[in-house]
């Protein structure tokens, strides 16, 4: 089957510990992304990548780094940095170029810092 | 940047009804809004999207309106079910070139009573 897959689905951490999500796609897409979401706040872009060895910061990157060196991966983590890391957090792949941005989704990795 | 405003945050109807949920954007160059489903402890799913040069768009239950002039889109669910029950978000960007990004409202919390 085709799609995204994040791992794990719950993730506890103490605080002052860095953490890595994982997000893998099998959908040969070019293009893959990194949200946040709060109860409340919707979803809020923290990091993009449209090409592999490339990314952008998106509107809360501070606190968070990824990497992207190769297609299919694109993992997230979470540094001692992040004041608030408690949240949901959504993986997304999408087509580069082309008339069609349409982003899928995975399930997420609900993060919890004590 | 862009910035998506979407109401209301929570809205309850009974079954057979119909729902509306309503989004504004402010960047005039964004042209391409997609509406995305969630239920809970899942990632987001497409269920309909349009583009700026269509006014309207049917799928089944499901309908969006785009008012250009205006800067705002609707989504129309019609005879809604209980398995409609779920948190609904509408999105904006602009299509084309190296842009991929997605500007999401904060969402809207549907429930079906049966």
Sequence with gaps: ?114 | GENVEQHPSTLSVQEGDSAVIKCTYSDSASNYFPWYKQELGKGPQLIIDIRSNVGEKKDQRIAVTLNKTAKHFSLHITETQPEDSAVYFCAASRRGGSNYKLTFGKGTLLTVNP
């Design chain 1, 1 to 114: 089957d085709g799609g995204i897959t994040q791992s794990p689905k719950y993730l506890f951490r103490k605080e002052g510990q860095n953490v890595t999500l994982s997000c893998e796609q099998n959908l040969n897409h070019d293009a893959m992304y990194w949200y946040r979401q709060d109860p409340g706040q919707g979803l809020r872009l923290i990091y993009y990548s449209q090409i592999v060895n490339d990314f952008q910061k998106g509107d809360i990157a501070e606190g968070y780094s990824v990497s992207r060196e190769k297609k299919e991966s694109f993992p997230l983590t979470v540094t001692s940095a992040q004041k608030n890391p408690t949240a949901f957090y959504l993986c997304a792949s999408s087509m580069a170029g082309g008339s069609n941005n349409e982003q899928f989704f995975g399930p997420g990795t609900r993060l919890t810092v004590l």
